[in-house]
Protein backbone atom coordinates (compact mmCIF):
# COMPACT_ATOMS: atom_id res chain seq x y z
CA UNK A 1 0.00 0.00 0.00
CA UNK A 2 1.51 2.99 -1.44
CA UNK A 3 1.64 6.67 -0.16
CA UNK A 4 -0.47 8.65 -2.32
CA UNK A 5 -0.62 12.06 -1.27
CA UNK A 6 1.04 14.53 1.59
CA UNK A 7 -0.29 17.44 3.15
CA UNK A 8 1.85 19.93 5.55
CA UNK A 9 0.60 22.69 7.34
CA UNK A 10 0.92 24.73 10.74
CA UNK A 11 -1.98 25.71 13.24
CA UNK A 12 -1.56 28.29 15.58
CA UNK A 13 -2.99 26.64 18.76
CA UNK A 14 -4.10 29.38 21.64
CA UNK A 15 -3.91 27.94 25.15
CA UNK A 16 -6.65 28.55 27.26
CA UNK A 17 -4.52 29.38 30.36
CA UNK A 18 -0.95 31.05 30.05
CA UNK A 19 1.82 30.44 32.36
CA UNK A 20 5.27 30.62 33.18
CA UNK A 21 8.13 28.88 33.40
CA UNK A 22 11.89 29.68 34.09
CA UNK A 23 12.76 31.67 31.04
CA UNK A 24 9.66 32.86 29.70
CA UNK A 25 5.60 33.15 29.39
CA UNK A 26 3.62 31.22 27.17
CA UNK A 27 0.22 32.05 25.42
CA UNK A 28 -0.12 30.02 22.86
CA UNK A 29 1.59 27.31 20.43
CA UNK A 30 2.06 26.84 17.21
CA UNK A 31 2.03 23.01 15.75
CA UNK A 32 2.88 21.48 12.16
CA UNK A 33 0.27 18.82 11.22
CA UNK A 34 0.95 15.90 9.00
CA UNK A 35 -1.50 14.33 6.76
CA UNK A 36 -0.19 11.04 4.27
CA UNK A 37 -2.95 9.58 2.68
CA UNK A 38 -2.85 5.70 1.03
CA UNK A 39 -3.99 4.20 -1.93
CA UNK A 40 -6.93 2.57 0.01
CA UNK A 41 -7.64 6.59 1.42
CA UNK A 42 -6.27 5.49 4.72
CA UNK A 43 -5.20 8.86 6.42
CA UNK A 44 -2.04 8.78 8.81
CA UNK A 45 -1.71 11.40 11.34
CA UNK A 46 1.07 13.43 12.43
CA UNK A 47 2.13 16.78 14.97
CA UNK A 48 4.69 18.45 15.90
CA UNK A 49 5.85 21.30 18.06
CA UNK A 50 9.56 21.12 18.66
CA UNK A 51 11.15 23.64 21.68
CA UNK A 52 14.11 26.00 19.69
CA UNK A 53 15.16 25.86 23.19
CA UNK A 54 15.61 22.89 23.62
CA UNK A 55 16.45 21.08 20.45
CA UNK A 56 17.02 24.06 18.35
CA UNK A 57 14.22 23.68 15.60
CA UNK A 58 11.13 25.45 15.33
CA UNK A 59 7.78 24.30 14.57
CA UNK A 60 8.38 26.81 10.83
CA UNK A 61 12.00 25.00 10.19
CA UNK A 62 9.83 22.01 10.52
CA UNK A 63 7.25 23.30 8.03
CA UNK A 64 9.53 24.06 5.93
CA UNK A 65 11.41 21.00 5.96
CA UNK A 66 8.39 18.58 5.54
CA UNK A 67 7.66 21.29 2.46
CA UNK A 68 10.99 20.45 1.00
CA UNK A 69 11.27 18.60 -2.29
CA UNK A 70 13.48 15.57 -0.17
CA UNK A 71 9.47 14.94 1.05
CA UNK A 72 8.36 14.79 -2.38
CA UNK A 73 10.38 11.99 -2.87
CA UNK A 74 8.53 9.61 -0.55
CA UNK A 75 4.81 9.82 -2.65
CA UNK A 76 4.57 6.51 -4.07
CA UNK A 77 6.31 4.13 -0.75
CA UNK A 78 4.95 1.51 0.39
CA UNK A 79 3.83 2.42 3.91
CA UNK A 80 5.12 -1.14 5.12
CA UNK A 81 8.51 -0.05 4.63
CA UNK A 82 7.73 2.45 7.43
CA UNK A 83 10.37 2.17 9.25
CA UNK A 84 13.34 2.39 6.30
CA UNK A 85 11.25 5.77 5.75
CA UNK A 86 11.67 7.28 8.85
CA UNK A 87 15.29 5.69 9.04
CA UNK A 88 15.87 8.20 5.73
CA UNK A 89 14.85 10.87 6.91
CA UNK A 90 16.69 10.58 10.49
CA UNK A 91 19.71 10.62 7.91
CA UNK A 92 18.48 13.57 6.23
CA UNK A 93 17.88 15.84 9.01
CA UNK A 94 20.06 14.41 11.79
CA UNK A 95 19.55 17.77 13.96
CA UNK A 96 15.74 18.54 13.22
CA UNK A 97 13.93 15.88 15.60
CA UNK A 98 10.35 17.96 15.27
CA UNK A 99 10.43 16.63 11.51
CA UNK A 100 11.94 13.56 12.13
CA UNK A 101 8.83 12.95 15.09
CA UNK A 102 6.08 14.64 12.54
CA UNK A 103 6.88 11.92 10.10
CA UNK A 104 7.62 8.88 12.49
CA UNK A 105 4.04 9.57 13.88
CA UNK A 106 2.39 10.06 10.78
CA UNK A 107 3.94 6.86 9.23
CA UNK A 108 3.22 4.61 12.58
CA UNK A 109 -0.64 5.87 12.32
CA UNK A 110 -1.04 5.23 8.89
CA UNK A 111 1.06 1.56 9.08
CA UNK A 112 -0.84 0.47 12.16
CA UNK A 113 -4.44 1.70 10.37
CA UNK A 114 -3.02 -0.26 7.34
CA UNK A 115 -3.02 -3.66 9.93
CA UNK A 116 -6.29 -2.42 12.02
CA UNK A 117 -4.35 -2.73 15.24
CA UNK A 118 -3.14 0.19 17.70
CA UNK A 119 -0.20 1.27 17.27
CA UNK A 120 0.74 0.25 20.86
CA UNK A 121 -0.08 -3.63 19.78
CA UNK A 122 2.47 -3.52 17.21
CA UNK A 123 5.08 -3.33 19.86
CA UNK A 124 3.27 -4.74 22.80
CA UNK A 125 1.35 -3.24 25.37
CA UNK A 126 2.99 -3.82 28.74
CA UNK A 127 0.41 -1.15 30.78
CA UNK A 128 -3.15 -0.73 30.94
CA UNK A 129 -3.58 3.35 32.17
CA UNK A 130 -1.18 5.48 34.55
CA UNK A 131 -2.30 8.67 36.36
CA UNK A 132 -0.82 11.78 34.75
CA UNK A 133 0.42 14.98 36.24
CA UNK A 134 -0.61 17.80 35.44
CA UNK A 135 1.21 21.36 35.55
CA UNK A 136 1.33 24.06 37.94
CA UNK A 137 3.79 27.66 36.05
CA UNK A 138 5.58 29.37 38.18
CA UNK A 139 3.43 31.59 40.24
CA UNK A 140 2.74 33.50 43.95
CA UNK A 141 1.73 31.18 46.35
CA UNK A 142 -1.94 31.99 46.77
CA UNK A 143 -2.52 31.06 42.64
CA UNK A 144 -0.70 28.05 42.94
CA UNK A 145 -3.10 26.80 46.06
CA UNK A 146 -6.39 28.14 43.78
CA UNK A 147 -5.19 26.19 40.73
CA UNK A 148 -4.19 23.14 42.73
CA UNK A 149 -7.79 22.71 44.16
CA UNK A 150 -9.29 23.34 40.69
CA UNK A 151 -7.41 20.39 39.42
CA UNK A 152 -8.03 18.33 42.75
CA UNK A 153 -11.76 18.98 42.11
CA UNK A 154 -11.45 17.67 38.33
CA UNK A 155 -9.38 14.02 39.69
CA UNK A 156 -6.04 14.75 39.30
CA UNK A 157 -3.80 13.73 42.57
CA UNK A 158 -0.15 14.46 40.49
CA UNK A 159 0.88 18.11 40.25
CA UNK A 160 3.97 18.83 38.41
CA UNK A 161 5.18 22.34 40.27
CA UNK A 162 7.23 24.93 37.62
CA UNK A 163 9.74 26.15 39.72
CA UNK A 164 13.46 27.59 39.66
CA UNK A 165 12.95 31.32 39.60
CA UNK A 166 13.66 31.90 43.86
CA UNK A 167 14.47 29.05 45.95
CA UNK A 168 12.21 30.65 49.09
CA UNK A 169 9.55 31.06 47.05
CA UNK A 170 9.62 27.65 45.75
CA UNK A 171 10.21 25.84 49.06
CA UNK A 172 6.81 27.53 50.10
CA UNK A 173 5.02 26.40 47.49
CA UNK A 174 5.24 23.26 47.76
CA UNK A 175 4.81 23.08 51.34
CA UNK A 176 1.65 25.11 51.39
CA UNK A 177 0.32 22.09 48.75
CA UNK A 178 1.62 20.34 51.14
CA UNK A 179 -0.44 21.10 54.38
CA UNK A 180 -3.20 21.79 52.48
CA UNK A 181 -3.63 18.77 50.12
CA UNK A 182 -1.90 16.50 52.01
CA UNK A 183 -2.92 13.05 49.66
CA UNK A 184 -1.30 14.88 46.68
CA UNK A 185 2.01 13.19 44.88
CA UNK A 186 4.28 16.15 43.95
CA UNK A 187 6.30 16.71 41.31
CA UNK A 188 8.84 19.30 40.63
CA UNK A 189 10.64 20.68 37.28
CA UNK A 190 12.92 23.32 38.12
CA UNK A 191 13.90 23.90 34.16
CA UNK A 192 17.34 23.74 34.67
CA UNK A 193 17.01 27.10 37.12
CA UNK A 194 18.92 25.91 40.24
CA UNK A 195 22.12 25.76 41.33
CA UNK A 196 24.19 22.58 43.27
CA UNK A 197 23.60 24.56 46.39
CA UNK A 198 20.03 25.91 45.37
CA UNK A 199 19.09 21.86 44.80
CA UNK A 200 20.79 21.05 48.66
CA UNK A 201 18.57 23.93 50.06
CA UNK A 202 15.06 22.83 48.12
CA UNK A 203 15.64 19.05 48.66
CA UNK A 204 17.03 19.50 52.18
CA UNK A 205 13.51 22.09 53.12
CA UNK A 206 11.23 19.66 50.94
CA UNK A 207 12.23 16.51 53.07
CA UNK A 208 8.84 14.45 54.18
CA UNK A 209 6.81 16.86 51.66
CA UNK A 210 5.46 13.77 49.48
CA UNK A 211 7.86 15.23 46.61
CA UNK A 212 7.72 12.27 43.97
CA UNK A 213 11.10 13.42 41.57
CA UNK A 214 12.98 16.48 40.43
CA UNK A 215 13.16 17.46 36.54
CA UNK A 216 16.17 18.84 35.06
CA UNK A 217 17.49 21.14 38.43
CA UNK A 218 20.51 22.17 37.36
CA UNK A 219 21.26 23.72 33.71
CA UNK A 220 22.54 21.13 30.29
CA UNK A 221 26.54 21.32 30.66
CA UNK A 222 26.36 22.05 34.33
CA UNK A 223 25.13 18.38 35.08
CA UNK A 224 28.80 17.61 37.02
CA UNK A 225 27.73 19.70 39.86
CA UNK A 226 25.36 16.45 40.94
CA UNK A 227 28.33 14.61 41.55
CA UNK A 228 28.32 13.26 45.22
CA UNK A 229 25.06 13.98 46.06
CA UNK A 230 24.13 10.64 46.59
CA UNK A 231 22.25 8.45 45.75
CA UNK A 232 18.90 9.09 47.62
CA UNK A 233 18.68 12.61 46.07
CA UNK A 234 20.14 11.21 42.83
CA UNK A 235 17.17 8.33 42.01
CA UNK A 236 14.86 11.25 42.50
CA UNK A 237 16.03 13.48 39.66
CA UNK A 238 14.58 13.43 35.92
CA UNK A 239 17.31 14.30 32.86
CA UNK A 240 14.83 16.13 30.98
CA UNK A 241 17.14 18.22 28.39
CA UNK A 242 20.25 16.45 29.48
CA UNK A 243 18.73 13.70 27.76
CA UNK A 244 17.77 14.15 23.82
CA UNK A 245 19.09 11.34 22.17
CA UNK A 246 20.28 7.77 22.35
CA UNK A 247 23.81 9.25 22.55
CA UNK A 248 22.74 11.51 25.72
CA UNK A 249 20.74 8.14 27.44
CA UNK A 250 24.16 6.09 27.13
CA UNK A 251 26.27 9.05 28.57
CA UNK A 252 24.20 9.32 32.03
CA UNK A 253 23.79 5.26 31.89
CA UNK A 254 26.98 4.89 33.86
CA UNK A 255 26.75 4.45 37.61
CA UNK A 256 26.74 5.90 40.47
CA UNK A 257 23.55 7.58 37.88
CA UNK A 258 23.87 11.56 37.83
CA UNK A 259 19.93 10.62 37.31
CA UNK A 260 17.91 8.14 38.13
CA UNK A 261 15.02 8.62 35.68
CA UNK A 262 15.03 9.92 31.97
CA UNK A 263 12.45 12.00 30.44
CA UNK A 264 11.49 11.07 27.02
CA UNK A 265 10.15 13.85 25.04
CA UNK A 266 9.25 12.66 21.28
CA UNK A 267 10.21 15.91 20.16
CA UNK A 268 13.64 15.66 21.79
CA UNK A 269 14.46 12.47 20.39
CA UNK A 270 12.32 12.65 17.18
CA UNK A 271 9.36 10.07 17.28
CA UNK A 272 8.39 6.64 18.37
CA UNK A 273 11.38 4.73 17.17
CA UNK A 274 14.33 7.33 18.67
CA UNK A 275 12.11 6.66 22.08
CA UNK A 276 12.52 2.99 21.87
CA UNK A 277 16.24 3.40 21.34
CA UNK A 278 16.55 5.66 24.71
CA UNK A 279 14.16 3.01 26.49
CA UNK A 280 16.02 -0.28 25.49
CA UNK A 281 19.48 1.90 27.31
CA UNK A 282 17.11 2.95 30.47
CA UNK A 283 16.10 -0.17 30.60
CA UNK A 284 19.67 -2.04 30.53
CA UNK A 285 20.47 0.61 32.93
CA UNK A 286 17.69 0.16 35.30
CA UNK A 287 16.99 3.65 35.37
CA UNK A 288 13.01 4.77 34.87
CA UNK A 289 11.28 6.22 32.24
CA UNK A 290 9.30 9.62 32.66
CA UNK A 291 7.60 10.11 29.37
CA UNK A 292 6.76 13.97 29.08
CA UNK A 293 5.87 16.59 26.46
CA UNK A 294 5.40 20.34 25.22
CA UNK A 295 2.31 22.00 24.35
CA UNK A 296 1.23 19.57 21.31
CA UNK A 297 -1.84 18.62 19.59
CA UNK A 298 -3.75 15.75 21.20
CA UNK A 299 -2.19 13.78 17.89
CA UNK A 300 1.73 13.51 19.39
CA UNK A 301 0.44 13.50 23.06
CA UNK A 302 -1.16 10.30 21.81
CA UNK A 303 1.82 9.01 20.02
CA UNK A 304 3.68 9.45 23.49
CA UNK A 305 1.32 7.60 25.36
CA UNK A 306 1.27 4.72 23.05
CA UNK A 307 5.31 4.50 23.31
CA UNK A 308 4.87 4.94 26.66
CA UNK A 309 2.64 1.63 27.00
CA UNK A 310 4.54 -0.30 25.03
CA UNK A 311 7.82 0.35 27.62
CA UNK A 312 7.73 -2.03 30.52
CA UNK A 313 9.75 0.11 32.80
CA UNK A 314 7.94 3.41 31.99
CA UNK A 315 6.87 4.33 35.69
CA UNK A 316 6.01 8.30 35.11
CA UNK A 317 3.58 10.32 32.79
CA UNK A 318 3.61 13.80 32.76
CA UNK A 319 1.07 13.58 29.47
CA UNK A 320 -0.88 17.01 29.90
CA UNK A 321 0.40 19.35 26.80
CA UNK A 322 -2.90 19.27 25.14
CA UNK A 323 -5.18 19.91 28.27
CA UNK A 324 -5.14 23.70 28.11
CA UNK A 325 -5.46 23.95 23.94
CA UNK A 326 -8.24 26.04 22.96
CA UNK A 327 -8.99 23.99 20.06
CA UNK A 328 -7.32 21.10 17.96
CA UNK A 329 -6.76 19.17 14.52
CA UNK A 330 -8.46 16.10 15.55
CA UNK A 331 -10.77 14.28 18.00
CA UNK A 332 -10.23 10.83 19.73
CA UNK A 333 -6.91 9.96 20.73
CA UNK A 334 -6.35 8.84 24.73
CA UNK A 335 -9.01 8.22 27.17
CA UNK A 336 -9.07 10.25 30.05
CA UNK A 337 -10.54 8.96 33.15
CA UNK A 338 -10.31 11.10 36.79
CA UNK A 339 -6.23 12.08 36.24
CA UNK A 340 -5.72 8.22 34.89
CA UNK A 341 -4.55 8.21 30.71
CA UNK A 342 -5.71 5.09 28.66
CA UNK A 343 -5.75 4.22 24.96
CA UNK A 344 -8.54 2.44 23.64
CA UNK A 345 -8.82 -0.40 20.54
CA UNK A 346 -9.09 1.84 18.01
CA UNK A 347 -6.47 1.44 14.97
CA UNK A 348 -3.56 3.66 14.67
CA UNK A 349 -3.84 6.55 17.46
CA UNK A 350 -6.90 5.95 17.05
CA UNK A 351 -7.79 9.61 16.12
CA UNK A 352 -10.14 11.03 13.74
CA UNK A 353 -9.97 14.70 11.58
CA UNK A 354 -12.61 17.13 13.55
Given at each position: ?????????????????????????????????????????????????????????????????????????????????????????????????????????????????????????????????????????????????DLAKEYKGMGF??????????????????????????????????????????????????????????????????????????????????????????????????????????????????????????????????????????????????????????????????????????????????????????????????????
Amino acid sequence: MRIKQISVFSKNLALTRPYRIAYKTVHSVENVFLLITLENGIIGIGAANPSKEVVGETPLQTLENCQSEYFQSLLGKDIRNFRHIIHGISTRFPTCPGTQAIWDIALHDAFAKYLKLPVVEIYGRHIKSLPTSVTIGIMGVEETLDLAKEYKGMGFNILKVKTGQAVDVDIERVRKIHEKFNDVVIRVDANQGYSRQDLLQFTAAIEGHDVELIEQPVPVGKEQELVGLGQQICKTLVADESVKTSVDAIHYAHSPHLFGIYNIKLMKCGGLLGAFEIATIAKAARIDLFWGCNDESVVSITAALHAAFACPHTKYIDLDGSFDLADDLVKGGFILNQGKLSIGSKPGFGLELD
